[in-house]
């Protein structure tokens, strides 16, 4: 479709001369060069009062003049999309497997694994208001210990206002995740990972698996509510929902 634009395979490549006025390097973003492709090799399906799609996706390196490069990573991700009343919950599972050798990711970026961003009209800089798990209130930043004023929250909820409608989104992670290590930005940022302090090292005996809960919701969300859905979210498991998609 020539009205969609990659933007990441648009990029030019690493240019060290030019400046990037939000990060240094190493994250110097004219630094990096094009992004990598994440292709998808297969798709399957189901849909009836949820829909659950599984994916099989290659991770690969971008090579001038060519359309695939190198495969690192192979990946399972599942999503399941399903109505919860005035909410629209998505449960996302990752599993990354090395592919000819094994692959670290490194704690050199706090956007990363899996995340969000709100509308800019319902971000706590326009009004909007960030609450977690633990009480707090517009919390921001990193939040990775097990203890104290920056422990980690099980969940996070951005509620704002366009015009008379309140809605929002909430991002939760998953108990079994190897760690829930949180990073929050008042203009909307929500993002969960299990790198951002250490690496993780994905090797054949040791895939890297992941999970989030995104609840979308009109009106407000209550902590209650937040709650329920999830300790609902700790006992959905990746193998229970690849057992719903059909056989092609």
Known sequence: DPRVVDFYRQLPPADPARSDPFHAAPKNLFQLGPSGIQRVVRARWTAGQEAVIALEIAWQTREPGRQQGETLLAEERIYRLASRGPCTVVDLFSRLMQSERPVTLLPEN????????????????????????EGRVNPTEHFRDDAGDRRIPRWVDCTGRIGPSVFGIALMSHPANLRNEWYLREFGLMIISAAQSQPVRITTESPFEYAARFVAHDGKLSSGAADQLHAEFGGVTMAALKSLVKRP
């Open 110 to 133: 706090d956007h990363g694994y899996i995340g969000v961003r709100v509308h800019d009209l319902i971000d706590v800089e326009d009004g909007g208001r960030m609450v977690d798990s």
